[in-house]
């Protein structure tokens, strides 16, 4: 499986505590256990020419993975049609975090994409409302992060396909924390925890999400359908005549 880690790269280079946290950038953290568990993986970054998803780098990719947060805006208009179009042919797209306002995510789903958030180290509890879905493979009835930013309800976005997971968090908030969708030919999971300034990508039961989440989003070899006019496959026999 070919998989594309797209980061912004930028929390890693200001703030000294998130590069503490992820000395590699948060796309080398996520490309490392993913190494592991046997992906061919690629990372890219928004500050390499055209984000390092040119034509050719989505074209080897089966499924990306993206992560942003404080530069949605700068991702060219350009990048995020050429990202939709190999979604809709079948490339699968794992949205992160705080990607739930990027450009991409909002294109796909529609919607503001928007929610209410707090960052005060509380600690959330992650359920497992659909324990049968692949993507919840090895996972218990939770999963537990001693601290994650509250990302909580309404969140603006279509009514997904799927639910597996629900957040609680400790100030009392609830959050709708791990979804499916289906565009096209291709899959899409978003999966809501991983703040920069917490060490969430090192949680082995958050990283078996993932995991499952770029497997489950793998392109299936269907044709992608032919749009616009189409010929007739029977003679239609009372046609009109137009003048």
């Not at 060219?76 to 049609?81: F, I, L």
């Not at 070899?221 to 007739?232: C, D, M, R, V």
């Amino acid at each position: 499986m070919r998989v594309t880690v797209w980061n912004e790269y930028r929390h890693e280079k200001t703030d000294e505590a998130v590069a503490k946290i992820y000395p590699k950038g948060i796309h080398g953290q996520i490309e490392s256990f993913l190494n592991e568990a046997g992906f061919d993986v690629k990372t890219a970054t928004l500050d390499e020419p055209e984000h390092g998803l040119t034509e050719e780098a989505l074209a080897e990719t089966d499924v990306l993975v993206w992560w942003g947060h404080l530069a949605h805006d700068e991702v060219a208009d350009e990048v995020v049609n050429r990202v939709h179009e190999h979604v809709l042919k079948g490339m699968g797209l794992v949205v992160l975090h705080s990607a739930h306002m990027s450009k991409i995510f909002m294109k796909l789903m529609g919607t503001s994409c928007d929610l209410k958030w707090r960052e005060a180290e509380e600690k959330e509890r992650i359920w497992v409302v659909n324990p049968s879905h692949p993507i919840a493979a090895g996972i218990g009835e939770y999963i537990e992060l001693e601290k994650e930013e509250m990302y909580g309800e309404h969140f603006d976005v279509p009514t997904p396909d799927e639910l597996i997971f629900v957040g609680w968090y400790e100030g009392g908030n609830v959050f709708r924390s791990g979804l499916t969708y289906r565009r096209g030919n291709g899959k899409i999971f978003y999966f809501q925890p991983g703040h920069e300034t917490y060490p969430t990508y090192y949680n082995t039961e958050i990283q078996q999400v993932i995991k499952n989440g770029i497997d489950w989003c793998k392109p299936t070899k269907h044709a992608y359908p032919a749009y616009g006019n189409s010929q007739a496959l029977e003679e239609i026999k009372n046609r009109q005549q137009l003048v």
